[in-house]
Each structure stands twice: as C-alpha cells, then as structure tokens.
C-alpha cells in the first residue's frame, strides 16, 4: 500500500530536475559535439554546414593549439607537485595535536574561500615590479644577482609568466586539497600508528611505510580529481593577463581554456571553438583514466 | 567506510578531548613549517589593507611596504558608490538563490533515485552524473546562443522586455550545481535506515509527509554542507559572468572587480579597486572564520567516496 503511494512521489520529484538538466547540460552537450563537424562562424558562415572533420584537421594543424596544450601539460604536472606536496605536508602536520591548530587551519584555507578574481587580481598586483610587495622584492633580488625576467616582473617575461600564474592558483586552492587529504588522514584507525610505534618503529618509518600505503586511494582519487581541474584552467590566466593579451606575453601562458574562450568569443570561430572543447573533453577523459588506472595498487582493506 | 556526508550526528564517534603535549622538536618543525606557509597570505592581506586606506599618489610613489599616511576610510565609501554596491547586491543575490533552488531540486530528485525502487533509477543518475564530469567549456558555447537568441525572442515581443542577466546567472548556477548536489544526496539518502519511512507509515503518515517531516529533518547535515558550497560557488563563479552579463548595472562581484582593474589603467584609481576587493573577501571570510567546520565539512563532501 504504502509503497504504491509512495511511487506517485517519482515524477514529480524528478521533473523539475531532468527538465532543466537536459535543457541547460544535456542538449548543449550534444550540440557542441554536433556543431563541432559544421563551418560555422560568425564572420560570414552564420548558416551552419556539415564539414565533416575539418575543423579537427585544423586543430591538428594550428600550432597555438599545440603551445595551448604544452601549457596546460606543464600546469597539470609542475602545478601538481606544487599542490600536492606541500598539501600532504600541511594536510599532515593539522592532523597532530597542536596549540592554534583552528588558526592555522584557518590561514591556510582562507585563499580557498576568495573569488578566483580577488585572488587573481591580489597576486597580479602583489607581483606588480614597481607597486607591488612581491615584485619590488624580486627585482631587488634580480638587480642583486643580475637575474633579466625578476627585474622586468615576472608576469612580463614568457619565461616567468605561468609560473607566476601557477603560484597564485595554488595559493588560492591548496586549502581543498589540504582538506581533502586532512579527511584522509583521519579515517586511518589511530590503533595502526600506534601498534607500529609500540613495536618501535619511528616516525619517519610509520609515515613511509604505514601512512602513505593507507592513503594510496585517497592520493589516487585526488590526483584524478587534479588531472581534470588543471586541464580546464581558465580563471586565473585570464584575470591576471586578460582580457587584452590573453595568455601573454607572446602566449607563454596560454592554455587549453583560454584558447577555447579567445577562439570563440574573441574571433568568433564558433565551429572551431566547440571542436576544441570536444577534444579538449576527449583528452581530459584519456587522460584522468589513465591516470587512474596507473596508479591502481591493491587495496588495503583497514 | 562512513565519510562525514553519510554519518549521522548520533553516530560520530566521540572524541575525548586531548591535551596538546609539550613543545617537542617535532612539534618545533611542524610549527616552522605551517607557520613558513601561512606568512605569504597574512602579508598579502595586510598589503592588500593596506593599499586599500593609502591615497593613489601614495600608491604610486611610496614603496610598497609602507603604511599609510593618514588611512584614507573614504576610499571604501568611495568604492561602494562607484558600482561595487551594486555588484556586492547582485552577487548576494544571484549566489543566495541559486542556492536554495539547486538544493531544493536536487534534493527533491534524489530522494526518488535514492529511496523508492523504480525502473531506471540507476540509469537516471548516471545521466545526471554527466554533468559532473564534463568540462564547463562544453556547455559554454551552446548555453551563450541560447541565451542570445532567448534575448532576441523577448525583444520582438509585444511588451518589450529585457531579458536581466542576473536571472540568467541564477538559472545557470542552478543547474551548474545540479549534478553534484545530486549525487551528493542521493549517497545521503541511502546511507539513512530503510526503516524510517514504513515506521512513519504504520503511524499513517502520508509518503510526502514522511519525506518532508522524517527524512528531509534527517539530511540536514548534507543539505547544509551544500548551502554553504553552493553560496561559496555563486559567490566566486567568474566564467559564466563573463560571457553572459551584458549590462554594467547587472555585474557580479567577480566579474566587476575584474572590470575595475581594467579601468584602473585608465582613471588611475587602484586603492579603489583594492577597496573592492576587500569588501568582496571581508564578508566571506568571516563566515568562514565563524562556521569553519561547516565550510571545511562542506569542502570535502562528496569527494572521497565512503
């Protein structure tokens, strides 16, 4: 009885959800696959036709894309050591008894709760050569050691550039994943370390040999996770470069996002545009699976 | 294993109280470290504060390490009425609403998926789950013409109407949030006793009313960590604004601060700016600093499957 009753609940529970789903993610989903295949834009081609893969063949052809790509290869795997380690350190060091544990905890995921405009705009300014407190410091030192990109600021030189990019987004985001690997912490059973420590193992060896095998899963969902966010980076490039020389100087920062977003709304190739976003989807699906199935270990059931 | 998304506050293991031992060399380096990482974000704040009270011709020709002079509190004043009140409302707004109507829906559809045996459940949410995981530049181009051509079809009606960019990004932000909240409730849902619902039952409790009155009471917690990512999200969205708001009056405080340092340039008035940005971080972080459990509990729902 009760639960016929209860099955009249499902559609209209579920309507308003699959309504606007469909039409606002699905449907333009599906369009932008489509679309991709067409010579649609909006100088001139403002009636779609079907053009096969030739904007794919344009894509394989144009060396920006290439330098996009590289760009965003190079954020993925230097901005994932430079999240990831001193992540794991700060995530570790919170979950030790402490005095001010709250306040420094506190400190460090403040950046996360910011707009990614605040904190760009914070750190384009910081590293500003004549205004800024980061920049003056650094072209003292560049003076200092004779070191060119420090002097002239380092959003200013292509060497520099996405580096500097690089530190104001792990600034800003790096509270996540402290807490996300803080939360991996403390599902390990404290009996573990502590039978470890009883049999005489130090520190040191209870951290190699115990924790980090016990947060493999966690380490392995999270660098997936890192893999598909730093492939569509977009926020931070632009804010602090844009929205005039977007991915400057001379596009040494940049990336697959912001190529996509010059590409369409910039120089209005909208075909072209929607085939970058389905490769660009293509290759963070590659590779967050190949990332996940290299780091596949054998679980430790704990 | 249970995560923080799926325990109920009954169950969470209670945690005796421990006192922090004394300084030893370990803690010595622990306390270098967190201390080594979290001096950057304290003088970037202070410098931003800083700058914020100083006058532009201070700004410009003193260095920066120096305080103010005479701390210039007009510049926030100033700023306020130079369009980031009316960024700060719109952005309240747009992120306050957007929230309720996506936690309110998903938690609507997850209840279905979650608890009642139905054909097509499973499908259902793995079409849902889609959305998690594709990038957001995917859906950018489509949902811009949409909206374009939504903005022309309103223009040739008889009442002339003009299409307000806040209620397309209250729309956008709804949906963008939809799948995760799904799928964070649907886990929700499930991990609640199954006897809940025929107990209120055998007591002659209607199914919606054994929804509204028994279970929704009980997924407060996930509810609640959803609100808070979802204001947090609506708050500091920046892509969807870009392309999507047209009138000035209509920004949101991402995208207007952003807007401000462009003109910056050319009025030569950056302690404004700096202003703006302080009245647009200052309110978030004292909501973080007063529900910090909440917010961190909010952070990592969802994310490290139980």
Redesign the interface.
Known sequence: ??QK??????LP??L???I??TL??????I??VA?AFTDWNGAGNNTPHWAGLVEFKLITLDPQFLNAIKNSFFLMLVGGVMVFV?AF??AW??N????LR?H???????????????AG??????DNPS???V??LLKFIGKALNIGPLSIGVLGDTRTALIAIIVASI?HGI??WV??LS??FE?IPPEIPESARIDGAS?WQIFWLITVPLMWE?IR??LV?WV?QA??A??FV??MTG?VAIGGPLNSTNLM?TF??QM??GSFK?AY??AL??T??VM??LLSQITNRALLRDAIEF | MATSSTTLPAERAYVPYQRPPRISTKNLIIYVVLTFWILPTIFAFVWVFAVSLKTNREFMGVPPWTLPQIAQWSNYVTAWNQGVGTMFQNSLLIATLSTIASVAIATLAAYPIARIPFRFSQALLSYFLIGIMIPYMLTAIPVYFGVEAFRQWLLKLPIVMQLDSRFVLIVLYTVAQLPFNTFVMTGFFRGLPTELEEAAAVDGASPFRAFWQIMLPLATPGISSLTILGFLYGWNEFFYALILVKDQAQRTVPLGLFYMDQQAQYTASWVGLFAGMLIAAVPVLIVFALLQDQVARGLTVGAIKG
Do not use: E, H, N
């Open positions: 009885m009760f009753a209860r099955r009249k609940l499902i529970f579920l308003p959800q699959t606007l789903f606002i993610t699905f449907v333009p989903i369009a932008t679309y001193p350190i700060m060091c919170l030790q008894p402490l005095r709250k420094y905890r506190f400190l460090i995921l403040a950046p996360v709760v910011l707009s990614v405009s605040v705009l914070m750190w384009k300014w910081m205004f800024g407190l920049g003056t600034w509270g996540t807490l996300l939360a991996g599902r520190d966690v969902v999270l996770l598909m492939l569509q977009f926020s632009f804010v929205p996002g996509v977003y369409t709304f909208w545009g929607m976003a389905t660009m989807m963070i699906f």
